[in-house]
């Protein structure tokens, strides 16, 4: 039988047979395609790698446009936080689910994936076996690109780049970098991944910059900026088109954090500098609705601009250790989630999750599971 509406907006069913002889098969028997996509869009995304295996119909579904539009009609999304994350030595004598997600089989640096909305803690599976320690991560749509790190063997900086398309679970090995570099500034802009500064093999301050295309699979060169900058952060800017080198330090000063910044304006194909706009170097930083906000030692801070500085906009996250934190903002902006250590005694080295409200101005902390409380040194977010 054909459905109906079968086929509407790009979605339809199996076909048994070859041309003209086609019979179309249903998503689901009696239903039209297009109230099956419905249910299928309301699949957790957990479940996806099983539903896509159920049959091509339901693989090829989930694949187009229709399916992510349903999700989003249907309230099902869910926002999706990748952390590159060291394992957590203690959780090995801590009790906990003995499976693939388990203390044991916990990885030195990996990827791990806590969603927001759901509440719940998983490993990202088929990731690369091995991921350079300190590698970075950053997201274009639901594309998550792992960059850079050190070779876990002869610690020394790497060009690798691996790619997760978290709509099909499916990871590829994406172009190397034009540079192995490690500590640099890494965030997604206009639709491109740009990646600046760092250290080289040497441990020499690089103030190279190149952005990624994950659609092309392709590095543009830029030029340089105007200073070295190890260790500095990444952003977009307001517009959510440009992007921010944040501070750094050069070779010759190591650990002399820089109070300033450089960003690149693509129509120029050029670095401009801003000065005055680095908060304390134990701070992070994070775009939210266009604008930058800074996580330091007393409170949520607002970039105003040259002129107006910083002005606060919400408290410090209870419990969090200063120097620790990384940021990303999720829901379209609706909410920040702050990785970071627990200060006090009672910390014991682990970590926690902090989930900042926008609108209400208030924190949550989450306590993840002991296999998930390691130090997360990158984020990244992806809403499917």
């Known amino acids: 039988m054909r459905s109906p509406r079968g086929g509407g907006g790009g979605v339809g069913g199996c076909y048994r047979g070859a041309g003209a002889g086609q019979e179309h098969v249903d998503l689901i028997p009696g239903i039209p395609d297009d109230v099956a996509v419905d249910c299928l869009a309301r699949v957790p995304h957990a479940s996806h790698r099983a539903m896509r295996r159920v049959c091509r119909g339901w693989r090829s579904a ?4 229709a399916f ?11 926002d999706l936080v990748y952390l590159m994350q060291f394992g957590n030595p203690s959780a090995a004598d801590a009790d906990g689910p003995k499976d ?21 803690w998983r490993r990202e599976r088929g990731a690369p076996p091995v991921v350079p320690v300190f590698a970075q991560c950053a997201a274009v749509g639901t594309r998550l690109a792992v960059l850079g790190g050190w070779d876990p063997r002869t610690f020394e900086p790497v060009a690798d780049v691996h790619v997760l398309d978290a ?3 499916r990871w590829r090995r994406g172009a190397p970098m034009r540079s192995a570099r490690s500590f640099f500034a890494c965030a997604e802009a206009g639709g491109k991944i740009y990646v600046a500064g760092g250290h080289d093999k040497h441990k020499n301050a690089l103030k190279t910059a190149e952005a990624y295309d994950p659609e092309a699979d392709a590095w543009d060169p830029l030029p340089d900026m105007s200073e070295e900058r190890d260790e500095c952060d990444g952003m977009a800017t307001v517009a959510g088109d440009r992007f921010l080198a944040v501070s750094g330090y050069r070779t010759a000063r190591q650990g002399g954090f820089e109070r300033d ?3 690149f304006d693509p129509a120029a194909g050029a670095w401009r500098r801003l000065e005055r706009v680095r908060a304390p170097p ?3 930083h994070v775009v939210v609705k266009g604008r930058v906000w800074c996580i330091e030692g007393n409170a949520v801070m607002e970039w105003m601009g040259m002129r107006r500085g910083w002005r606060e906009v919400g408290p410090y996250p209870p419990g969090l250790k200063a120097g620790t934190a990384r940021a ?11 990785t970071g250590a627990l200060d006090g005694e009672g910390g014991g080295g682990r970590h926690a999750v902090w989930v900042f409200d926008v609108k209400t101005k208030s924190w949550t902390v989450v306590r993840p599971p002991p296999e ?8 990244a977010s992806v809403r499917i």
Request: proline fraction near 5%.
């Open 68 to 78: 992510a539009s349903a999700r989003a009609q249907a309230g099902a999304n869910e």
């Open 167 to 169: 709509a099909t679970g």
């Open 100 to 120: 693939d997600d388990g203390p044991a089989n916990t990885p030195a640096y990996g990827v791990a994936v806590y969603n927001v909305t759901n509440g719940e």
């Open 372 to 379: 998930f409380a390691g130090f997360v040194f990158s984020v």
């Open 282 to 284: 134990s701070a992070a």
């Open 261 to 263: 910044a450089e960003w």
């Open 328 to 338: 990303v903002c999720v829901g379209g902006g609706d909410k920040v989630v702050v």
């Open 62 to 65: 989930a694949a187009t446009p």
